[in-house]
Every structure is written in C-alpha cells, then in structure tokens.
C-alpha cells in the first residue's frame, strides 16, 4: 500500500515552512552582541561570502564603544570596513558575544581575515546601495586574490585592550587586542603603534561557520567541522541586524590623541 501526502497538506506544510524561515528570531537564527571601536572610524555590515547586504552602523571616535545586536544564520559573514588617519596609532577592538550558546570571541581571534583595497579615502560607511555596490565589489575582488593585499589574509595584533595610548575601554573584556593589518608603510610586527598607512581602507572580516579548526569555511578546500561553530550560528536565514543599543559609553576621562 502507497500514501501520498494531499496536495492540501503538502501546500500547507510548505507555507509553514516559509514562514518559518523566513520570522525574524527564527528559531535557529543566533543572536549576537557586538562591543567594538575602531581607531579612527568603522562601518559594520553584514552579508555573505561575496558581498555586505547590510548595513549595522558607523562611527569615527575611537574613545567610545559602540554596542551593536543582531541574529545571524550560519552563512552570513560580519563585514567591518575601517580607515585611519594615519598618525599615532590604529587598531580594531572587538568583541563578539553569541547570546545563543555563550561563545565569545574577540578582534584577534584567528578566524578574522583582513584585506587592503587600496581606495584611499572615501571608504563606505552607509548603508546606501552604492556603498554597499562598492563594498560588495571589494570583497568580490579580495575573493579572486585581487587588492593590495592580494586576497584575503592576516591581520596583527598589538597590545590588549588597556594598552597605550587607549587606555581600556569599556564593555571589552581585558582579554581583546587591538589588531590591524601589517601592510603598506606599517610595523610589521605591530601595524597598530605609530602612525601608517596599511593600503586602506581596510576590511575585516569573520565567517558565522568558522571555529578555530576551520576559518574559513567557504574556501573550496574546506573541511566542514559542524560541531564546533566559532559563533554556533544555526540559522537558516539571516534575520538582520535589530538595533543599536545607544550603550554608547564614556570617553576616558583624558581624551588622548590616537
Ligand atoms: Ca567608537
Ligand atoms: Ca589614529
């Protein structure tokens, strides 16, 4: 004896289906808590492997942490575009909070990559749709091995949050370094001290399904490791970025030059 599902049901399976994929919080979707600043300015985007589909937030004052949420499916990929202004010190300072599974993480951790475009000034810092058509290209370029930096690849850590000449910043555990990418007329060995030009402007980024074993998951040669995911997404779909908790916290009270 066969059965077959009724056209009716099949059709009503599907559309829960849908609906489930597509509710913002879905269930399998992982919420994340970013805190982070950049020494001198930042865009935050999220996307996919070949490109940013939208924009978070932006800020150009390295004394301040911004906090950002947001859900995000196992495919998606964190963007954060920075600039410098090339005098004293640069750096990115993050951490990365998955409120899902209790998994965190920080700006150094090694399943960052970094590349330079080279562009100069002008990075893109809106979510408008030239700005995220110029990101998209960017990336797009950095995948096939292209930019100063020819593709993707490491960054360099400096001194951990607390260090000179930031002193420490709030909502950042101690354990955060700030770290930057050694290229251009930048130290090598620590492309965060002095001031440089690393071939900016630049773009960090993390993939959702990277864990330590394998960080970069879309690589051809990858080799899946679904146990252990750095940020435990699980999630279907990208539910986008929610809102932008004005945690904005205070400047140390000497505001120094970096
Ligand atoms: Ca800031
Ligand atoms: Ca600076």
Redo the contacts with the bound molecule.
């Keep these: 004896m066969t059965r077959t599902l009724s056209p009716r049901l099949a059709l009503s399976a599907a559309a829960l289906l849908l609906a489930g994929a597509l509710t913002p919080g879905f269930a399998q979707a992982d919420a994340i808590r970013v805190s982070m600043t950049v020494?001198?300015s930042y865009a935050l985007f999220l996307g996919d492997l070949n490109g940013a589909t939208s924009f978070v937030g932006s800020d150009g004052n390295w004394p301040t942490v911004e906090t950002y949420n947001f859900n995000l499916s196992k495919s998606a990929y964190i963007y954060v575009v920075t600039a410098?202004?090339r005098?004293?010190?640069?750096g990115f300072l993050g951490q990365f909070d998955n409120l899902s599974t209790g998994y965190t993480f920080y700006s150094q951790d090694p399943q960052w990559q970094v590349m330079a475009t080279g562009l100069g000034l002008n990075a893109p810092y809106s979510g408008s749709s030239a700005d995220l058509a110029l990101l998209s290209q960017e990336i797009q370029d950095a995948n096939a091995g292209g930019n100063p930096s020819q593709g993707w690849t490491g960054f360099t850590a400096g001194g951990n949050n607390g260090s000179s000449p930031w002193g420490s910043m709030a909502n950042i555990d101690a354990a955060a370094k700030w770290v930057w990418y050694g290229g251009g007329n930048c130290d090598r060995s620590n492309p965060t001290q002095g001031?440089c030009d690393a071939g900016e402007w630049l773009v960090f980024r993390i993939a959702v399904a990277a864990t330590p074993d394998n960080p970069n998951p879309d690589t051809p040669n990858r080799v899946p490791e679904p146990s252990s995911l750095a940020l435990g997404g699980l999630g279907l779909l990208m539910a986008a970025m929610a809102r932008r908790s004005k945690a904005q916290d205070q400047a140390p009270a000497s505001r120094l030059k970096?």
Aim: hydrophobic share 30%.
């Design positions: 020494d001198n410098s202004d005098s004293v010190a640069q001031g970096a």
